[in-house]
């Protein structure tokens, strides 16, 4: 089983449409978590944080069951600007890095 | 964005030469990492630094080497390049704080291709 995984995707989506993805990690001793996205040829941008409590930062918003080991990202009212692929990663531990990066899904919004 | 650069954005170079990459960092941050992302494969650590002179191995350190003789300058060195070491390299650098969630930062990547 690998660490982290992810939907496997493509999603195509219209404008304006609410999408969500997941991401499992295998490690329970995993302690902090990260939504990336990534543009075709370009480097991996931090999105969010992922904190127990679940978080919002406008349009999106990440939750995290750890009982499940189960990460999730929703993007709502989705833009033309948010085609990317989105990374799920985990990080062991707090102050010893160790970050594991799942596979990526790729997300094509369309007009 | 996080001050981080890369050197150089792209190369061309033959197999059995030696290639060096460099990533520099002005945010003064402990641990840097150096990957490679390929097609269906996503990004892979090669090797990473926790400190000046303290490097350890990821999973695909094979052919690759490092160095840090400084915070802000991490080397990732080809000492013969081969065509399956064609790929984009990327440098990313992140801070340790106890019971902190700190995350990486990316530089813009290196394309490096080996005929």
């Known amino acids: 089983r690998k660490e982290v995984e992810q939907d496997p995707g493509p999603f195509n989506v219209p404008e304006g449409a609410t999408v969500a993805f997941n991401c499992t990690y295998s490690?329970?001793?995993?302690?902090?978590f990260f939504w990336y996205r990534q543009d075709c040829r370009k480097e991996p941008k931090l999105l969010m944080s992922v904190y127990s409590s679940g978080n919002e930062d406008g349009r999106f918003t990440a939750q995290l069951n750890r009982a499940s080991q189960y990460i999730s990202l929703l993007i709502r009212d989705s833009k033309l600007s948010d085609s990317a692929t989105y990374l799920c990663?985990?990080?062991?531990?707090?102050?010893?890095?160790?970050?594991?990066f799942g596979p990526g899904t790729r997300l094509s919004v369309l007009p | 964005d996080a001050g981080i650069t890369q050197s150089p954005r792209h190369k061309v170079t033959e197999t059995g030469t030696p290639v060096t990459l460099r990533c520099h960092q002005t945010e003064n941050h402990r641990y840097m990492y150096w990957y490679r992302q390929d097609p269906g494969h996503g990004l892979r650590l090669i090797h990473y630094s926790y400190g000046v002179k303290d490097t350890d191995k990821g999973e695909v350190s094979d052919g690759y080497s490092v160095s840090r003789s400084k915070t802000e300058d991490f080397l990732l060195t080809l000492e013969s390049a081969t065509s399956s070491q064609t790929s984009v390299y990327f440098c990313a650098i992140s801070e340790s704080v106890r019971g902190g969630n700190q995350p990486q930062h990316f530089g813009d990547g290196t394309r490096l291709s080996i005929l």
């Open positions: 490690n329970s001793a995993s302690q902090s």
């Open positions: 990663v985990v990080n062991l531990w707090n102050y010893g890095q160790n970050f594991v």
